[in-house]
């Protein structure tokens, strides 16, 4: 019996190391076929030129690759995203952790996980019928007197970050009230025996100690945001311009489904390459989760 069991232990120990190998292969292979896919436009047109020029016009007789307000609407509309919606996702996850009603939190719980699982080409066609005539409706009131203002029907920046906020609320609130439910109970109770209120064992105990896993929701809703493209080209308006909140705007991960279709030679490099930026974002990201939740995680300790 005892022979069989380490059979079955070293068995399992080559099955996880395998799994191991596989996802660490997988990461490796992504890295470097971006970065070969992505590094030969830049060699060509320039990194000062790409990364710094704002005019994109791939087709034109001579032809320009800058995805300057292209980056900056990425990273506009997905702050502008979060500044919206972390805090209605993490109030959402304090509600349903710690002063819902449990039949109330029974109900609201699963709502709130079935958001997660609409495709994202759902979420563009609410901001379609719902979003977009109220932007319409607001740009009117503000541009109708303004010649030098192109109107846009409301596909614009606006309608493009209400989308996105909507968007991250599931994973926000879903990972936000884990870490809630998982602050040990003492810590509550030792709350409650100084005196303190709810409320405040709430925002000065529970939260404190669900910080780790807070700041984690944030990154995935970051991520979840800037990688976001379905939903964004059927109400951003899809043209590169400033990220002003009532231009239409072409985000980086909408410019590579816009123009791969029909790309070739140097345009289609320059759309890889726009993939490898918005990689290296991501990538960053990720580092900045990291070191966050080292820092975090030795504070604790401390």
């Known amino acids: 019996m005892k022979s069989s069991k380490d059979i079955i232990e070293r068995v399992m120990a080559i099955v996880f190391l395998v799994c191991g190998i596989i996802a660490i292969a997988a990461v490796f292979a992504i890295c470097v076929y971006m970065f070969i896919s992505g590094v030969p436009a830049i060699t060509q047109i320039g990194i000062t030129e790409m990364l710094f020029s704002s005019v994109w016009e791939p087709t034109a007789a001579e032809p320009h690759f ?3 307000y292209i980056i900056l609407t990425s990273i506009v509309g997905t702050m502008m995203a979060i500044i919206i919606g972390v805090p209605i996702s993490v109030l959402t996850a304090v509600f349903l952790a ?17 958001l997660a699982g609409i495709p994202s080409v759902v979420y563009g066609l609410l901001g379609i019928l719902i979003i977009k005539p109220l932007m319409y409706r607001l740009e009117m009131a503000i541009f109708a007197n303004s010649p030098d203002h192109q109107m846009t029907g409301g596909a614009n920046l606006i309608s493009a970050v209400f989308v996105l906020a909507v968007m991250i609320l599931p994973t926000v609130v879903n990972v936000s009230r884990t870490s809630m439910k998982a602050v040990p109970a003492h810590l509550r109770s030792s709350s ?5 209120t709810k ?15 807070i700041i984690t929701s944030i990154v995935l809703g970051i991520g979840r945001a800037i990688g976001e493209a379905m939903a964004i080209t059927l109400v951003a308006g899809n043209a590169v311009n400033l990220p002003f909140p009532f231009n239409s705007v072409r985000f980086l991960t909408t410019g590579i489904v816009a123009e791969m279709s029909y790309s070739q030679g140097l345009h289609r490099q320059a759309l890889f390459t726009i993939g490898l930026v918005l990689f290296i974002f991501i990538m960053i990201i990720n580092i900045l989760l990291s070191v966050t939740l080292k820092k975090a995680g030795e504070a604790g300790e401390e």
């Open 199 to 213: 409320i405040t064992t709430v925002f000065r105990v529970v939260i404190p100690a669900a910080k780790s896993g």
């Open 98 to 114: 710690e002063i819902a009603p449990k039949k109330l939190a029974a109900v609201v719980n699963p709502a709130v996980e079935l």
């Open 66 to 68: 800058g995805i300057l």
């Open 192 to 196: 409650y025996a100084l005196g303190a």
